[in-house]
């Protein structure tokens, strides 16, 4: 497997690199490439199927695009080939000049994609790193993505980062138990008590 592109913008700006790499080839949780899962005009199943129009649709319906789409690479927590591919555009969007609506959420998906990738699911029936040498690549794709939220500031959002590096350079069940527990503090909106 190639490396993964890793773009040049940040925020919005990265996604008009997403044609620097060629989904059409990469396995996702529906199939390879563009699946077709529903009815036309049925937004939500045509971004679930499409990993570039997942991350395209950032800009229009961040809320969509993440529930809908892009936890598709992390689709109850197995990870893909295209999940390694659409590593790089999370962070640069997440690192970028973007709502915390937006970074929080893409960040958690980040921690979510760190703890499936962390271990093997040889069969596909329960979590983890879904197709040969799948959980490498996904875990080198993070790393490498990682540094380029160094510009984040928010204590809460600072933990959760840490936490994932922590994930990567060794994985233990309390290593992925403080990525949950930093995904949850990240999510819940500061001053809730």
């Known amino acids: 497997m190639d490396t993964p ?14 044609e620097q790499v060629d989904w059409s080839g990469l396995e996702h949780c529906y199939g390879k490439g563009v699946v077709s899962l529903g009815a036309a005009g049925d937004m939500s199943l045509a971004i679930a199927g499409d990993v570039s129009r997942s991350l395209a649709a950032l800009r229009a319906d961040s809320s969509l695009a993440i529930s809908d789409g892009l936890s598709s690479n992390c689709h109850q927590g197995t990870v893909y080939q295209a999940t390694a591919y659409a590593v790089p555009f999370v962070a640069a969007v997440a690192a970028g000049d ?3 609506g937006i970074r929080v959420p893409l960040l958690a998906l980040l921690g979510d994609i760190s703890i499936g990738g962390s271990y093997i699911a040889p069969d596909g029936s329960h979590a983890g790193a879904l197709g040969d040498h799948v959980d490498d690549p996904v875990a080198e794709s993070l790393a490498t993505s990682m540094e380029r939220l160094s510009t984040i500031r ?3 959002l600072v933990a959760l980062i840490q936490a994932i590096q922590s994930l990567l350079v060794q994985t233990t069940d309390a290593r992925s138990d403080a990525v949950e527990s930093a995904i949850d503090v990240a999510l819940t909106p500061p001053g809730t008590p």
Do not use: M
Not at 5 to 18: K, M, S, V
């Open 154 to 156: 928010a204590p809460r």
């Open 5 to 18: 592109y890793q773009p040049n913008g940040t925020g919005f700006d990265a996604l008009d690199e997403l």
């Open 98 to 100: 973007v709502p915390d």
